[in-house]
């Protein structure tokens, strides 16, 4: 069976964007030179693949053996294929002609504000998607990983295990939950993986909640206030990815892995902690930093102390955590205004 013919469907379908033909090869095929005659052994299909999640996710399945298809939608890209995830029969259509064996779902509306101003739209995306997905990677034989949140618990009772008593405080966490559960009832060999607040390679400030300081971390002649009352675990996006490519291995050699899992980093803390390792990370002044410990105001309501317990993953051999400093350097060293000092220290 010829592969390419695979990702293409016999007829136009709403909600999916065919890739040029002749282009296929370098759109997913980690081995562009290489021929393919049959289907490749492992497939996976990478929603929300352009997001800050999604790309590290992409990056780590086509690096590590994984014959990879990622999808987006408003943010498509020319090597990602355009899909209408709330389209049911786009994606009864890509899923069947794909076949994947592992779907790692990363789309979401993950702004808790947002889906608290508009809740019909996030259910949409978050929860009916989610359960349509699952239901279709059901009919295929494959395997999905739905991607939750710790905003599924208070913060009242942390640290939190896969199997702790989830009670959301806003309309995110529970679309989250729903989505959880919706999965699970379509597909019950499914796993879902809660995860943090994240960060990593992004491709503006404003992507991710711990890059997004940055600009005031460096303008030291500005005051800026930043919030210490919510404990977090910044979670570098690369170690998730690790970690849900480690799971699609586990899968393949284990077909009753399944279930609820956690995944962060072992470093706990606030926003203000955070902006202060930020400047510790870049030799930066941190004394016009300014800790706000009063809960914050404002109509979304937040868990103040979410710590996830991800040891049950790390019984399994998966894991990986990279060091918050590390991290920083990592992901913000672009966007450095001293970029002679930027070349000296990086270069």
Same mark, same amino acid.
């Given at each position: 069976?010829?592969?390419?013919?695979?990702?293409?469907?016999?007829?136009?379908?709403?909600?999916?964007?065919?890739?040029?033909?002749?282009?296929?090869?370098?759109?997913?095929? &980690?081995?562009?030179?290489?021929?393919?005659?049959?289907?490749?052994?492992?497939?996976?299909?990478?929603?929300?693949?352009?997001?800050?999640?999604? /790309?590290?996710?992409?990056?780590?399945?086509? *690096?590590?053996?994984?014959?990879?298809?990622?999808?987006?939608?408003?943010? *498509?890209?020319?090597? %990602?294929?355009?899909?209408?995830?709330?389209? &049911?029969?786009?994606?009864? /259509? =890509?899923?069947?002609?794909?076949?994947? %064996?592992?779907?790692?779902?990363?789309?979401?509306?993950?702004?808790?504000?947002?889906?608290?101003?508009?809740?019909?739209?996030?259910?949409?995306?978050?929860? *009916?998607?989610?359960?349509?997905?699952?239901?279709?990677?059901?009919?295929?034989?494959?395997?999905?990983?739905?991607?939750?949140?710790?905003?599924?618990?208070?913060?009242?009772?942390?640290?939190?295990?896969?199997?702790?008593?989830?009670?959301?405080?806003?309309?995110?966490?529970?679309?989250?939950?729903?989505?959880?559960?919706?999965?699970? @009832?379509?597909?019950?060999?499914? *796993?879902?993986?809660?995860?943090?607040?994240?960060?990593?390679?992004?491709?503006?400030?404003?992507?991710?909640?711990?890059?997004?300081? $940055?600009?005031?971390?460096? %303008?030291?002649?500005?005051?800026?206030?930043?919030?210490?009352?919510?404990?977090?675990?910044?979670? %570098?996006?690369?170690?998730?990815?690790?970690?849900?490519?480690?799971?699609?291995? @586990? +899968?393949?050699?284990?077909?009753?892995?399944?279930?609820?899992?956690? +995944?962060?980093?072992?470093?706990?803390?606030?926003?203000?902690?955070?902006?202060?390792?930020?400047?510790?990370?870049?030799?930066?002044?941190?004394?016009? =930093?300014?800790?706000?410990?009063?809960?914050?105001?404002?109509?979304?309501? /937040?868990?103040?102390?979410?710590?996830?317990?991800?040891?049950?993953?790390?019984?399994?051999?998966?894991?990986?955590?990279?060091?918050?400093?590390?991290?920083?350097?990592?992901?913000? +060293?672009?966007?450095?205004?001293?970029? /002679?000092?930027?070349?000296?220290? $990086?270069?």
């Amino acid at each position: 069976m010829n592969y390419t013919g695979l990702i293409f469907l016999a007829r136009p379908v709403k909600g999916v964007q065919l890739i040029n033909l002749q282009t296929v090869s370098s759109v997913v095929t &980690p081995w562009a030179e290489q021929e393919v005659p049959e289907v490749p052994s492992q497939r996976a299909l990478i929603t929300g693949a352009t997001g800050l999640l999604g /790309r590290a996710v992409y990056k780590e399945f086509r *690096a590590n053996g994984w014959h990879t298809l990622g999808c987006a939608f408003r943010r *498509a890209r020319p090597n %990602h294929l355009t899909l209408d995830i709330c389209n &049911p029969s786009a994606v009864r /259509r =890509l899923l069947q002609e794909f076949k994947p %064996h592992v779907v790692v779902h990363c789309a979401a509306e993950r702004r808790p504000d947002v889906v608290e101003n508009n809740p019909q739209r996030s259910y949409n995306l978050n929860v *009916a998607a989610s359960a349509t997905l699952a239901h279709e990677t059901a009919e295929v034989g494959g395997f999905m990983i739905y991607i939750s949140s710790n905003y599924v618990f208070d913060g009242k009772s942390p640290p939190y295990g896969p199997h702790s008593q989830p009670h959301p405080l806003n309309a995110y966490g529970r679309s989250k939950l729903d989505g959880e559960n919706a999965v699970l @009832h379509a597909l019950p060999g499914a *796993a879902v993986l809660r995860l943090p607040l994240l960060y990593g390679e992004v491709n503006e400030l404003e992507e991710s909640g711990v890059t997004v300081i $940055f600009d005031r971390i460096q %303008h030291a002649n500005k005051s800026a206030s930043l919030d210490d009352w919510q404990r977090r675990q910044p979670t %570098h996006t690369q170690d998730v990815a690790f970690v849900l490519r480690q799971m699609a291995d @586990h +899968w393949m050699q284990d077909k009753s892995f399944c279930g609820i899992y956690h +995944w962060a980093s072992c470093e706990m803390m606030t926003k203000y902690e955070i902006g202060c390792a930020m400047a510790d990370a870049f030799n930066l002044p941190s004394s016009h =930093l300014r800790a706000v410990t009063e809960e914050p105001t404002g109509h979304v309501q /937040r868990p103040r102390d979410a710590t996830l317990d991800f040891s049950a993953l790390e019984l399994l051999g998966i894991g990986q955590h990279t060091p918050l400093r590390i991290g920083l350097r990592k992901a913000l +060293w672009p966007f450095l205004d001293d970029r /002679r000092w930027r070349q000296m220290v $990086f270069h």
